[in-house]
Every structure is written in structure tokens, then in C-alpha cells.
């Protein structure tokens, strides 16, 4: 149960660094253009 809640807590934490990642890009595109040209 423990261990059960550490990983959803990680999970959730990787997801939120993740969104946040993708809406960082999307205001600054000019900082990393390279995958999908800006």
C-alpha cells in the first residue's frame, strides 16, 4: 500500500513536470524549435 502510494505520488509529480514542461515550450518556443519548428 505504501510503495502503492509513493509511485502514484511520483507518477503524478512526472506528469505535473511534464505538463508544465509542454506549456513552457508553448510560450517560449523560441527556446527549443527544434522538434516541431515553433
Do not use: A, Q, V
Not at 509513493?6 to 505535473?16: A, E, M, R, V
Not at 511534464?18 to 524549435?33: A, G, I, S, V, W
Amino acid at each position: 500500500m505504501n510503495d502503492n502510494k509513493k509511485s502514484f505520488i511520483f507518477i503524478g509529480k512526472f506528469l505535473k513536470m511534464n505538463y508544465f514542461n509542454l506549456n513552457f515550450r508553448k510560450e517560449n518556443p523560441h527556446d527549443n524549435d527544434t522538434d516541431d519548428g515553433g
